[in-house]
């Protein structure tokens, strides 16, 4: 079956950094596009970053110039590095991978991991 398993969530400072992973099985990783998402309480999830399987990478203006998404195809591995974090950015935080071609698409989500940005 599918799975993407994230870690690297909790609790940090206003200003700090985390680092976000998800570990994908059950699908042939290099073909998918990866991305993050984020939905607060009260709110409606979001998209953070993605990163398409050629590489390309997209940001919305609330998230650009201080979160990174990368991803190791050897390791089946997509990240989200967070840097000078604001209370703002408090949210779960899921993992989702998606490919498409013609009329089939391929949606799968992780199981999301908390990110609290708190004094």
């Known amino acids: 079956q599918v799975q993407l398993v994230e870690s690297g969530g909790g609790l940090v400072q206003p200003g700090g950094s985390l680092r976000l992973s998800c570990a994908a099985s059950?699908?042939?990783?290099?073909?998918?596009?990866m991305g993050w998402y984020r939905q607060a309480p009260g709110k409606q999830r979001e998209l953070v970053a993605v990163?398409?399987?050629?590489?390309?990478?997209n940001y919305p203006d609330s998230v650009k110039g201080r979160f990174t998404i990368s991803r190791d195809n050897a390791k089946n591995t997509v990240y989200l590095q967070m840097n000078t974090l604001k209370p703002e950015d408090t949210a779960v935080y899921y993992c989702?991978?998606?490919?498409?071609?013609?009329?089939?698409?391929?949606?799968?989500w992780g199981q999301g991991t908390q990110v609290t940005v708190s004094s």
């Open positions: 990163i398409t399987s050629g590489g390309n990478t």
């Open positions: 989702n991978a998606n490919w498409r071609l013609f009329t089939t698409q391929n949606d799968y």
């Open positions: 059950g699908i042939l990783f290099s073909i998918y596009d």
